[in-house]
């Protein structure tokens, strides 16, 4: 029932009236089942979704997990995981994405994403610390982070896999996680590596090294340069604000940032240029809503993309082509998914694509 719920969902968010898809139930969306684009002509063009079994990949980076076989044996096998292992622990979560209905827009991929973002963007490449690698948002003081907050629901989301599946690794199942709800949320195709291994509390990293939403563009510089990103890079990857939202219980604002918070567009994009913006009249904290709606927000953080010049080619060019703006972000993502990562040399022409469910 869930692959089926995602084969027919979102067909008419791209092509829709905004307005009118803010005020619409979620579920009248939920007509057909190819993908559609925020801009006109992608989708007969678009080769971003060409699904790669790419060469050499049958058994990378996992490494092998020792197991009792039978629960009163003491006996040991040795499991070495290979793709197939790995499509099972994505189609798991897959099937899981809208089991709640009433959580957030119907649907976890975006506080999934938000986890795999935030469990990778701790990474310093000065001193080679924090990075997707040892999950250590499992313990205080990382998960108590302001910047965090509200991730919980995604690695209690996340716990009955990790028992379906021990073998897998916290850190190799919150990143497989992001790339199962980017390309489940119909974005691009993601290619994934796994070999991560888990860390203890001593390898937590310090607060203050995820972005903060208030500052402007020179904040957003120093802490995506630390992790090693330029200009286009940043701007690519701030495009996956197209999914989710913020809640007033976590981050304090307020409010999803497109019309189609569970599908990945270029939308961000294109409102945050199109749309007239006006401070929010509330006792929260400063952020933005659209003029015509007043149903959407963008950050201080976010029209710095559009008040620095730099930033703002990029801006330019991705909201006129979803395609070039899937392609820029797989590979930014992928980017962010594998910093401070020890993998293997050479394993880095050994990623895998997964097969999605719809």
């Not at 400063?286 to 976010?302: G, I, N, R, V």
Request: charged content about 25%; glycine content about 8%; overall charge neutral.
């Amino acid at each position: 029932m869930a692959s089926a719920t995602r084969t027919l969902a979102r067909a008419a968010l791209r092509n829709a009236t905004r307005p009118a898809l803010a005020a619409a139930p979620r579920a009248a969306f939920r007509q057909a089942g190819r993908r559609f684009y925020s801009t006109e002509g992608e989708a007969a063009k678009s080769s971003s979704q060409t699904w790669v079994w790419l060469a050499g990949a049958a058994v990378i980076g996992g490494g092998a997990f020792w197991y009792n076989q039978n629960k009163g044996s003491a006996s040991a096998k040795t499991f070495t995981p290979k793709f197939d292992d790995y499509q099972a622990v994505y189609n798991e979560i897959a099937s899981r994405l809208e089991e709640n209905g009433d959580y957030d827009d119907g649907s976890y991929g975006p506080v999934l994403v938000r986890l795999a973002w935030h469990a990778s963007g701790t990474y310093d490449k000065e001193t080679g610390t924090g990075g997707s690698n040892g999950a250590t948002m499992r313990f205080s003081p990382e998960s108590d982070h302001g910047a965090n907050a509200g991730l919980k629901a995604a690695r209690d989301f996340l716990e009955p896999v990790k028992q379906k599946f021990p073998w897998i690794t916290y850190s190799d199942l919150w990143i497989l996680a992001g790339v199962t709800a980017i390309q489940e949320m119909l974005g691009p195709a993601i290619p994934y590596r796994p070999g991560r291994t888990d860390r203890e509390v001593a390898f937590c990293t310090p607060d203050g090294r995820l972005p903060d939403a208030s500052q402007g563009q020179d904040h957003v510089r120093n802490i995506f340069y630390r992790m090693g990103f330029n200009d286009q890079e940043i701007v690519a990857l701030i495009g996956a604000h197209a999914l989710g939202r913020c809640h007033t219980d976590r981050s304090g604002f307020s409010g999803p940032w497109t019309f189609s918070p569970t599908v990945m567009t270029n939308d961000f994009y294109q409102l945050l240029l199109n749309e007239k913006w006006q401070y929010k009249k509330w006792d929260g904290p400063k952020q933005y809503e659209d003029k015509k709606t007043k149903s959407l927000m963008m950050l201080p953080a976010d029209m710095a993309f559009i008040q620095d010049k730099k930033f703002k080619e990029w801006v330019e060019k991705y909201a006129k082509d979803n395609d070039v703006f899937f392609k820029d972000f797989s590979a930014v993502i992928v980017k962010l998914f594998e910093l401070g990562v020890p993998f293997a040399e050479g394993s880095e022409n050994q990623r895998w694509v997964f097969k999605t469910s719809a």
